[in-house]
């Protein structure tokens, strides 16, 4: 399979999707500017992802010393060790016992999904696929579905302006207000200990809520970060130690301010101050929820009147026969933003997003060719959750 381009008239959800759906094995390149990953697959699962411009903070020795699983003592060690016998720097820390298999395949596993997630922030660059022969290393890390890296990918996306809002600056500290309610039993797992539960739970594809709240809810991320919080120790120090992750952590410290368990402070000390805004919103919910209504409802018709396939001249063919694959996709993709934004007017009336496209013909938001504009097929479209969604083009 011939799979090689830039970014922009193929983007990284396209490529992961067309790789995992035809079970391919090989070799995904990925270069921008500064950066040059590469993902290995093996029929259709991703294996390993390897940064090749990886900073020396991300590289796996480094992690567990700012996770504070081993010391910077045991790491130097562990890599003399290593110049002499040529193993596996991971192989020699467990060896010693600096630190457990176990927690060290999460870590690695941690390093993979990073490098992954981090494909979807970028902006531009180029991609080749070629197919070879890829081993898998299951006792390093457990391979990944390419469809729950998609999920992850595009749920990241999605909320990082809201955590960024929240949490603009790394400096930030924290301070507990309250104590947290006791966790569900029902919703509780059988674990050997916090760290590998916490991790678990920051990479499960559906995350258990235990009790919901503003912005998510108070699983086992948000309770491993509102334990580990301390005088001191900033937004970079948290996400080191809770080892789920830059954005899981983030995101979990976002949950506890928007339910006031904690509070923010600058680095000045500044408190933040979140009361004014959170009684503005929840006085002004409901006329909120009418004008984004109406705001969304506009430029669905705006759009729409500018997207609709009967205004398009395309001679005698059909809409899915363009001469140009360039400017098929570039249509699918003013189409896609038509359904998204379709689909957020159904949730603000509906209270939840429709479980089918067909929904929204249903309701009168589209119509039914608008479900498959400019392909012979339908998006491909999935709820994860009453706000979340996955929504692609489908494969050609």
């Excluded at 998204?340 to 009168?364: H, I, N």
């Amino acid at each position: 399979m011939a799979l090689t381009g830039t970014l922009k008239d193929f983007g990284i959800a396209d490529i992961l999707q067309l790789i995992g759906q035809q079970q391919k094995t090989g070799v995904l390149y990925l270069k921008s500017k500064e950066q040059e990953v590469q993902v290995f697959f093996r029929e259709g699962n991703i294996v390993r992802a390897e940064s090749v411009t990886r900073k020396k903070k991300d590289l796996i020795g480094n992690m567990l010393v700012r996770a504070e699983l081993i010391t910077e003592q045991q790491l130097e060690s562990a890599l003399e060790t290593q110049k002499r016998t040529l193993k596996r720097l991971g192989d020699v820390l467990t060896s010693t016992g600096a630190i457990s298999a176990q927690k060290l395949k999460a870590m690695m596993q941690l390093q993979v999904t990073e490098t992954l997630y981090g494909l979807f922030l970028w902006k531009a660059g180029t991609y080749e696929f070629k197919q070879e022969e890829v081993q898998a290393d299951s006792e390093s890390i457990t391979p990944l579905r390419a469809e729950s890296v998609l999920m992850e990918g595009f749920r990241m996306v999605d909320e990082w302006p809201h955590v960024r809002k929240k949490l603009p600056h790394e400096a930030m500290t924290f301070e507990r207000l309250k104590e947290l309610p006791a966790p569900n039993p029902k919703n509780k797992k059988k674990e050997e200990d916090d760290f590998d539960a916490s991790f678990d739970d920051a990479f499960s594809e559906e995350k258990k809520d235990e009790n919901k709240g503003e912005f998510k809810s108070i699983g086992s991320s948000e309770r491993r970060v509102y334990e580990l919080i301390a005088p001191g120790r900033d937004v970079r120090k948290l996400v080191d130690l809770s080892s789920l992750g830059e954005f899981e952590t983030s995101k979990a410290l976002v949950n506890l301010l928007n339910l006031e368990y904690i509070r923010a402070h600058q680095s000045s000390g500044r408190a933040v101050s979140a009361g004014g805004a959170g009684l503005l919103v929840r006085v002004g919910g409901v006329v909120a929820r009418a004008v984004v209504t109406v705001m969304v409802l506009a430029a669905l018709g705006f759009v729409g009147s500018r997207l609709r396939p009967d205004t398009w001249d395309l001679g005698d063919d059909s809409a899915s026969s363009f001469a140009d694959p360039a400017a098929q996709r570039l249509l699918a993709r003013a189409q896609q933003a038509r359904i998204e934004a379709a689909l957020e007017v159904f949730r603000l009336e509906k209270g939840a997003l429709p479980e089918r496209l067909d929904a929204l013909v249903e309701v009168g938001l589209l119509q039914q060719e608008d479900l498959r504009y400019p392909w012979r097929d339908d998006y491909y479209y999935r709820r994860t959750s009453d706000r979340q969604f996955i929504l692609l083009s489908p494969l050609r």
